[in-house]
């Protein structure tokens, strides 16, 4: 199995930064894809940012595009995502996903493990 744990939610005013961390621990795979997804209440979750973890190529969802970045650690097992210019409409819960295929994909449902998820809230 593998476990994810988020970190690094919190309040922060509009036009401010934050930058979450996911740890990955456990079982390894040769090469995955880590994700960045979020909900906001009464809405669907959402694709935010993902990156393939061997060459690094990095996908963004277009609502983030140019604010927020995706980066990893490798030796950390860590997959960082650093949001800038933070809008109200960015407030959600932010979760990590990993999924075993090699294809950058953004569907909630073709990744195959989470974290627990951490809140970011963003005041106007």
């Known amino acids: 199995q593998v476990q994810l744990v988020e970190s690094g939610g919190g309040l922060v005013q509009a036009g401010g930064s934050l930058r979450l961390s996911c740890a990955a621990s456990g079982r390894t795979f040769s090469n995955y894809v880590m994700g960045w997804f979020r909900q906001a209440p009464g809405k669907e979750r959402e694709f935010v940012a993902a990156i393939r973890w061997n060459d690094g190529i990095i996908a963004y969802a277009d609502s983030v595009k140019g604010r927020f970045t995706i980066s990893r650690d490798n030796a950390k097992k860590t997959v960082y995502l650093q949001m800038n210019s933070l809008k109200p409409d960015d407030t959600a819960v932010y979760y990590c996903?990993?999924?075993?295929?090699?294809?950058?994909?953004?569907?909630?449902?073709?990744?195959?493990?989470w974290g627990q998820g951490t809140q970011v809230t963003v005041s106007s």
């Open positions: 996903a990993l999924d075993r295929s090699i294809i950058v994909r953004r569907n909630n449902y073709e990744y195959d493990y």
